[in-house]
């Protein structure tokens, strides 16, 4: 993008979407957690596109540490119930991740595990093939 263009939002809540990926096509988790992602990423998204750098920047240290610590509780939780444990905040914590990156990479959005998610428009955008 040149100095001189005005940086336009994909409206006021941005934009995420599930990709297609075959690697993920069996993986049920990563699917649901992909649709859940697209539902409320956008929604943090909106929430936080007028917070300042040292928000944002304590929201993703936030979310590092509870993702890198509960990633694995999160990720088998089925399993981890029954030995007693509790939610993890994981989801919560993905959330703010994706909406807190997306912000903060205007010139490409997020893509992670079949997931994109975006507040600016740019090029390449899987938004810009939907149509």
């Known amino acids: 993008m040149a100095d001189d263009e005005v940086r336009k939002p994909h409206g006021l809540m941005g934009y995420a979407t599930c990709l297609h990926d075959p690697r993920w096509d069996d993986n049920e988790f990563v699917q649901n957690v992909g649709h859940a992602l697209a539902g409320l990423v956008p929604l943090r998204m909106s929430e936080l596109s007028s917070a300042g750098e040292a928000e944002l920047m304590a929201l993703a240290q936030g979310a590092a540490k509870t993702i890198t610590e509960k990633g694995d509780v999160f990720q088998f939780q089925a399993d981890q119930r029954r030995k007693g444990w509790k939610p993890s ?15 903060n990479s205007p010139d490409e959005g997020v893509t992670f595990f079949a997931f994109h998610c975006c507040f600016w428009e740019h090029e390449g955008c899987p938004k810009n093939n939907d149509r």
């Open 89 to 103: 905040g994981v989801l919560s914590a993905l959330v703010n991740a994706y909406a807190v990156l997306a912000l």
